[in-house]
C-alpha cells in the first residue's frame, strides 16, 4: 500500500488536508496540487501516479482542462471532486473519461471506500492474463484491447465495462448487477451513469458494438453472433 501514489487536485487547502490526512492514514502516498497547471507538471514529472482525485472549479485551469490534458497521455483512473450536481456536469464529466464522480459535500469514508475499489481493480486485473471473444482481444495486465488485429483507446472505467461483458458473454445483466460489480458500490441514482458508458463503448468498438446487446427494461447482455 505504501508505494501506492495518489494525486490530489484541489485549490482549497483545507479540502486538499482532510483528503490527505484520511489518504496518508490508509497508507497512500499524496501528492498535492493546488490548481491544474500545477496538477499537469507533477503528473507529468512522477510516472508512478496511480490515481488522481480531481476538483472542477479551480484557477488557471479547471478540472475539465486538466482532465482532458492527462487524458493526452493516460487513462489512469480520475476521481471528479465537484460542488455541481447538474446532471450536465456528471455527464460531461463521463464523457471526458471520469471513473467516479462525487459531488462535495462528502463522506470522507465513502471516497476512501471508492479510492480502495478502484485500485483494487487495477490490481486484480494486472494479475489476470487476456480475454478475448468474437475478433476482440483484451490483454488485462498491458490493458490493452485489440479488435481485429487493431488497438483501440478505452478509458479505465470502459475497458472494466467491456471486460465484466465478456466474463459474463450471454448473461443477461441488469443495470444494477453491472453497478454493483463494475463500479462495485451501491448506486443510488438513475442509469444515466451505466447508459453512457454503453453508449460510449459501443462507438469505440465500432460494428462490435452490436454485441452489446440492449435488453429493454432491464439492461444489458454481451452476445457473440
Same mark, same amino acid.
Given at each position: 500500500?505504501?508505494?501506492?501514489?495518489?494525486? =490530489?487536485?484541489?485549490?482549497?487547502?483545507? =479540502?486538499?488536508?482532510?483528503?490527505?490526512?484520511?489518504?496518508?492514514?490508509?497508507?497512500?502516498?499524496?501528492?498535492?496540487?493546488?490548481?491544474?497547471?500545477?496538477?499537469?507538471?507533477?503528473?507529468?514529472?512522477?510516472?508512478? %501516479?496511480?490515481?488522481?482525485? !480531481?476538483?472542477?472549479?479551480?484557477?488557471?485551469?479547471?478540472?475539465?482542462?486538466?482532465?482532458?490534458?492527462?487524458?493526452?497521455?493516460?487513462?489512469?483512473?480520475?476521481?471528479?471532486?465537484?460542488?455541481?450536481?447538474?446532471? #450536465?456536469?456528471?455527464?460531461?464529466?463521463?464523457?471526458?473519461?471520469?471513473?467516479?464522480? %462525487?459531488?462535495?459535500?462528502?463522506?470522507?469514508?465513502? !471516497?476512501?471506500?471508492?479510492?480502495?475499489?478502484?485500485?483494487? #481493480?487495477?490490481?486484480?486485473?494486472?494479475?489476470?492474463?487476456?480475454?478475448?471473444?468474437?475478433?476482440?482481444?483484451?490483454?488485462?495486465?498491458?490493458?490493452?484491447?485489440?479488435?481485429?488485429?487493431?488497438?483501440?483507446?478505452?478509458?479505465?472505467?470502459?475497458?472494466? !465495462?467491456?471486460?465484466?461483458?465478456? =466474463?459474463?458473454?450471454?448473461?443477461?445483466?441488469?443495470?444494477?448487477?453491472?453497478?454493483?460489480?463494475?463500479?462495485?458500490?451501491?448506486?443510488?441514482?438513475?442509469?444515466?451513469?451505466?447508459?453512457?458508458?454503453?453508449?460510449?463503448?459501443?462507438?469505440? =468498438?465500432?460494428?462490435?458494438?452490436?454485441?452489446?446487446?440492449?435488453?429493454?427494461?432491464?439492461?444489458?447482455?454481451?452476445?457473440?453472433?
Amino acid at each position: 500500500m505504501d508505494s501506492i501514489k495518489v494525486l =490530489m487536485v484541489d485549490d482549497e487547502s483545507r =479540502m486538499r488536508k482532510l483528503v490527505k490526512d484520511f489518504l496518508t492514514r490508509d497508507g497512500y502516498i499524496v501528492l498535492e496540487a493546488g490548481d491544474g497547471e500545477q496538477a499537469i507538471d507533477i503528473f507529468m514529472n512522477d510516472k508512478n %501516479i496511480s490515481l488522481v482525485i !480531481l476538483d472542477v472549479m479551480m484557477p488557471k485551469m479547471d478540472g475539465w482542462e486538466t482532465l482532458k490534458e492527462i487524458r493526452k497521455y493516460s487513462q489512469v483512473p480520475v476521481i471528479m471532486l465537484t460542488a455541481k450536481a447538474d446532471e #450536465r456536469d456528471e455527464l460531461q464529466g463521463f464523457d471526458l473519461g471520469v471513473d467516479e464522480y %462525487i459531488t462535495k459535500p462528502f463522506s470522507p469514508k465513502i !471516497l476512501m471506500a471508492r479510492v480502495a475499489a478502484i485500485l483494487r #481493480r487495477t490490481t486484480d486485473a494486472a494479475s489476470e492474463e487476456k480475454l478475448s471473444a468474437g475478433g476482440i482481444e483484451m490483454d488485462l495486465s498491458a490493458h490493452v484491447v485489440m479488435i481485429d488485429g487493431k488497438p483501440i483507446e478505452l478509458s479505465f472505467k470502459e475497458f472494466e !465495462l467491456l471486460q465484466y461483458f465478456i =466474463m459474463n458473454k450471454g448473461v443477461a445483466l441488469s443495470r444494477e448487477k453491472i453497478l454493483n460489480n463494475v463500479w462495485n458500490y451501491d448506486y443510488f441514482g438513475d442509469a444515466r451513469t451505466i447508459d453512457t458508458h454503453v453508449k460510449k463503448l459501443r462507438s469505440k =468498438m465500432g460494428d462490435k458494438g452490436e454485441y452489446i446487446k440492449t435488453i429493454w427494461g432491464m439492461g444489458y447482455k454481451f452476445e457473440v453472433e
